[in-house]
């Protein structure tokens, strides 16, 4: 059985050497570059020939990976983010299953983040369990950005993560969040949602709690408290974005209101007439 690991790029100079590091063992590396502006394609050449390109879609992956699919050659695929790595644990696991793969030809892998300099060991964030290994033809891809993979037949679980190293800093954090939140409420927009302020308000913090409290994300220090009002933060922001675009719908359609010149023409002389009397009092004014 071979594997082909297909990355997709986006401007990832400053990752894409560790990425392709951790995958130099399978038979086959794919990359689909969104025509990067850097030193990325320029980078990954050193490990693959195999390089296609594929149009910018907000610079998100999902879109292009049934393209990346179509490109591979190997009956097995891994899915690897430039941000992404392949500890040796993982990598032993996976050569393992596709030689004996039994009857599941789909796998989830854990993904542990490095969040704000640190390893995220609690709350929702150590929980992601991404689809990451299937054979040819068992898996695609609708075309949304964070859209979730359609599997078929029954799903694995991995016991080794592999390695996340996208959220840097809190300030990358935000930036990324404010586009994806754009995405997603304007998704929800053309699918005819709406959004209750209350409810989102209370969700909101319901979401807090539940990952602060209930996944213990108050056992990783301040990164776990930060790391809960973020997601709280995550899940408000869509739906406030939501509910502009039909506040902005709505007003937009609203009747403007008739204007009365005849009023309008009296309160501008009336504003010019004193005005004028103004200046006159001002100008003979008596001297001290």
Same mark, same amino acid.
């Given at each position: 059985? *071979?594997?082909?690991?297909?990355?997709?790029?986006?401007?990832?100079?400053?990752?894409?050497?560790?990425?392709?590091?951790?995958?130099? =063992?399978?038979?086959?590396?794919?990359?689909?570059?969104?025509? *990067?502006?850097?030193?990325?394609?320029?980078?990954?050449?050193?490990?693959?020939?195999?390089?296609?390109?594929?149009?910018?879609?907000?610079?998100?992956?999902?879109?292009?990976?049934?393209?990346?699919?179509?490109?591979?050659?190997?009956?097995?695929?891994?899915?690897?983010? %430039?941000?992404?790595?392949?500890?040796? !644990?993982?990598?032993? !696991?996976?050569?393992?299953?596709?030689?004996?793969?039994?009857?599941?030809?789909?796998?989830?892998?854990?993904?542990?983040?490095?969040?704000?300099?640190?390893?995220?060991?609690?709350?929702?964030?150590?929980?992601?369990?991404?689809?990451?290994?299937?054979? /040819?033809?068992?898996?695609?891809?609708?075309?949304?950005? $964070?859209?979730?993979? !359609?599997?078929?037949?029954? &799903?694995?679980?991995?016991?080794?993560?592999?390695?996340?190293?996208?959220?840097?800093? &809190?300030?990358?954090?935000?930036? /990324?969040?404010?586009?994806?939140?754009?995405?997603?409420?304007?998704? =929800?927009?053309?699918?005819?949602?709406?959004?209750?302020?209350?409810?989102?308000? %209370?969700?909101?913090? &319901?979401?807090?709690? /539940?990952?602060?409290?209930?996944?213990?994300?108050?056992?990783?220090?301040? $990164?776990?408290?930060?790391?809960?009002?973020?997601?709280?933060?995550?899940?408000?922001?869509?739906?406030?974005?939501?509910?502009?675009?039909?506040? /902005?719908?709505?007003?937009?359609?609203?009747?403007?209101?008739?204007?009365?010149?005849?009023?309008?023409?009296?309160? %501008?002389?009336?504003?010019? =007439?004193?005005?004028?009397?103004?200046?006159?009092?001002?100008?003979?004014?008596?001297?001290?």
């Amino acid at each position: 059985m *071979s594997i082909s690991i297909i990355v997709h790029t986006l401007n990832e100079e400053h990752n894409i050497r560790a990425c392709l590091e951790t995958a130099k =063992w399978a038979d086959e590396i794919v990359i689909v570059d969104m025509y *990067s502006d850097d030193k990325t394609v320029e980078i990954a050449r050193e490990f693959t020939e195999s390089i296609y390109f594929y149009e910018r879609a907000d610079g998100f992956a999902e879109p292009a990976r049934n393209f990346g699919l179509s490109k591979a050659q190997s009956d097995w695929i891994y899915i690897l983010d %430039a941000d992404e790595r392949i500890p040796p !644990e993982l990598q032993a !696991e996976i050569i393992e299953t596709i030689k004996n793969p039994g009857d599941t030809f789909v796998y989830r892998v854990l993904m542990r983040d490095y969040m704000f300099g640190k390893w995220v060991e609690h709350g929702l964030w150590n929980q992601q369990w991404q689809i990451r290994l299937f054979k /040819k033809g068992y898996v695609s891809w609708p075309p949304k950005v $964070h859209a979730t993979p !359609e599997a078929v037949g029954p &799903i694995g679980y991995f016991k080794n993560p592999f390695f996340h190293y996208s959220q840097v800093t &809190i300030s990358r954090f935000i930036v /990324k969040m404010n586009t994806y939140t754009d995405i997603m409420a304007r998704e =929800w927009y053309e699918q005819g949602k709406k959004a209750n302020l209350l409810k989102t308000f %209370a969700g909101s913090i &319901i979401a807090f709690f /539940k990952d602060y409290f209930y996944r213990q994300g108050f056992r990783d220090g301040g $990164h776990g408290f930060i790391l809960s009002v973020l997601w709280a933060i995550y899940y408000f922001v869509p739906r406030v974005k939501l509910w502009e675009l039909h506040y /902005k719908a709505a007003k937009d359609t609203l009747t403007p209101p008739r204007i009365n010149y005849r009023k309008a023409i009296a309160s %501008a002389r009336t504003h010019r =007439w004193r005005s004028n009397v103004s200046k006159f009092l001002a100008e003979h004014r008596p001297k001290p």
